[in-house]
Nanobody, 115 residues
Framework: QVQLVESGGGLVQAGGSLRLSCAAS????????MGWYRQAPGKERELVAR???????NYADSVKGRFTISRDNAKNTVYLQMNSLKPEDTAVYFC?????????WGQGTQVTVSS
């Protein structure tokens, strides 16, 4: 079992930055990969960024060059640094962990980007 708690969402103007945090209830060193997904109203949940246990990362094309995912194993926390935010980044952002072939999700944190 893995419990995930997100924080760091909020309201920001276009061009601004936010950093999301995802704190895990167990050592993330043992988690195969962790990631951030988002879901905008009326749309399906989509992958934003993912990081594996050995540090490999991948990003959605829409956020490449603007978002950075990182992990701090000592704090059991994964971060998503979001720069140059756009109104189309507005969504609920969810943290995900894939551990022993099971997916675990946080409760989500709202990110709203005003134009």
């Amino acid at each position: 079992q893995v419990q995930l708690v997100e924080s760091g969402g909020g309201l920001v103007q276009a061009g601004g930055s936010l950093r999301l945090s995802c704190a895990a209830s167990r050592s993330i060193f043992s988690i195969d990969h962790m990631g951030w997904y988002r879901q905008a109203p009326g749309k399906e949940r989509e992958l934003v960024a993912r990081i594996t246990s050995n540090g490999y990362t991948n990003y959605a094309d829409s956020v490449k060059g603007r978002f950075t995912i990182s992990r701090d194993n000592a704090k059991n926390t994964v971060y998503l640094q979001m720069n140059s935010l756009k109104p189309e980044d507005t969504a609920v952002y969810f943290c995900n962990a894939n551990y022993r072939w099971n997916d675990y999700w946080g409760q989500g944190t709202q990110v709203t980007v005003s134009s």
